[in-house]
């Protein structure tokens, strides 16, 4: 009898093997009746190298809050494994299995499960998620669990993503998990400040070259062309297809298929993909590929101006700024007007919130300043650019020249988003000088770059708040002074480099994506070392000059300037889900 059972066993083993599509259909019959009868049923196949069939199935039992999994296989079926545990226990019969846990209520369990006998191995990984209402979902599976992933490849995007408040306001829904695909998972700070929610995964991200190749070239032109010609847009669109395939997808598909298999995501949200790293262009082709939908939240005003060049993935909504981003995404990446957004900059709500200001009193406290003397603060430019140190050296010597219409003091804000070995290459000097205080906070980071956390940003809004006048070549704290009504003088002259100045900052910057800032004539362009000096005193005397031009400026950049760009992005991505 035993061996007419054993042979029985083996013929039935080896016709499902070879009639996967039955088995896979019997199974889907198992989960008809199990969801009919209120519960969840998954199974899933695995092979081991001799060709040994094991099947799996995952079934919740709602009443008892219990998750029973049944392992099915040629081995496995001998020793008749039965798997069963709840909430609060865990019980394993069978000798040569294993089972590791974390299970507790509300919060993630990661269950894995390995059988091994005579070459026999089969290993899974589920997850189940228990709320108070006695919902779950198992490996992926959930009635209403929606999860978001964030592409956060650099420090810019986890500002924009991460810092806003956005997160906190999604996982206020209990049906919404997030998961975070970032080169940050590297690092120890990032992880313990993202990981404050059970339902919030951080998984790694790989590098990606950013050299360009032939097609970058040939899809740039063809770009460019259609924005004269339309019937480049069709060429344009289909060779970044193409290069989306061969370049990101094919090529990087191995590493994120398991973490979209993993955690199936129903929306992808990220920053301009392609601008300031390509990191994310291959999450963002992944999901494409399995039809996920995917939004971009423009991280900066600039990012897609006409100098910017293309998008490299096209996502499938837009959330800009204002009026001119939405008009530059029609005319310029051929976007519809239903596939863009309003979603505003939430990274900015901080300066519409009085909690962000400590007062003037506190803050020249903290930085060593004098209460009695006014504040300039030099704000630095991009050092790959051009250099702005002689700003720094014509103020020192107006002051040592008392040239200031009245009783000053000087600050250098240096760049954060760089290594602070190169800000020493060019402002070491200033560093013990007396006549000047160096805002040097470090917020670089080996893997994203730029990436100041919440603290660093109160402090830099702090510092445009309490600053009586700001100086800078063509910076995007121009943009935060123009909210706070703060005066701006831009530099328009080099006294180092006027021939490289020339050609990046006059002919390029101050001609393209710098140009609808000028263009409102909300701040005064100096075009000499006098004229600085002539205007800094102006605005010292009269801060009210250029206030309505200012206005101006912060109603065209900010779509509503009310400071709920958090509220409205929080809810265009519930929206999309």
Known sequence: ????????????????????????AIIRLFSIIENFCGNRLIGELFYNNTSNLAMLVFRYDYLNKGLEIIVFGDSAMEKGFLLSYGVEDIALPGKNSSLGAQNRQGCILDLSLSLSEDNFFCRTMATEYINEKGRCFVAGETDSMKTILYSVSTGYFARNLLRTGVLERLLEDKDIRIVIVSPGYEEKSFREEFSFSDRIFIENMLDVDRSYDLMDKLIW????????????????????????????????????????????????????????????????????????????????????????????????????????????????HFYKDKDIKFAGASHFDIYWND????????????????????????????QNLVKSSFIVDILLDALKGKKFAVPVQLLCRLLPRFDPKKNDEEYGRYYANPDIVIDHQIQYSPKLGWNPNRQQLNHFANLVRYSDVQI??????????????MPVVNVAFSTIEPELFKKR??????????????????????????????????????????????????????????????????ELIKELV
């Open 1 to 24: 009898m035993g061996k007419i059972k054993r042979i029985l066993k083996e013929s039935a083993f080896s016709f499902l093997e070879k009639h996967r599509l039955i088995l896979k």
């Open 221 to 332: 032109q063809c770009w460019s062309l259609g924005q004269r010609h339309g019937r480049f847009i069709k060429l344009y669109k289909f060779f970044l297809k193409a290069q989306l395939k061969k370049r990101y997808y094919n090529k990087f598909h191995w590493f994120y298929d398991g973490i979209f298999n993993k955690y199936n995501p129903d929306l992808v949200v990220g920053g301009t993909p392609g601008m300031n790293s390509r990191m994310d262009i291959p999450v963002f082709a992944e999901a494409q590929a399995r039809n996920i939908k995917t939004l971009a939240l423009i991280h900066s005003w600039d990012n897609i101006s006409k100098r910017k060049g293309p998008l490299w993935v096209r996502p499938d909504i837009l959330g800009v700024w204002n009026e001119f981003q939405k008009k530059e995404s029609t005319l310029v």
């Open 355 to 382: 909690d962000t200001f400590i007062g003037r009193e506190n803050f020249f406290k903290k930085m060593g300043l004098d209460q009695q003397k006014k504040l300039i603060t030099v704000i630095v430019t991009v």
């Open 472 to 485: 800078s070549i063509a910076s995007t704290s121009t943009i935060e002074a123009a909210i706070l009504d």
């Open 505 to 570: 900052i006059l002919e390029g910057v101050f001609k393209h994506h710098f140009k609808p800032i000028l263009d409102y004539g909300a701040t005064h362009v100096a075009r000499d070392p006098d004229e600085l000096i002539m205007a800094t005193n102006r605005y010292l005397l009269d801060p009210g000059i250029h206030r309505e031009e200012r206005e101006k400026l912060k109603n065209a950049i900010f779509y509503n300037p009310d400071g709920k760009a958090t509220q409205r992005v929080n």
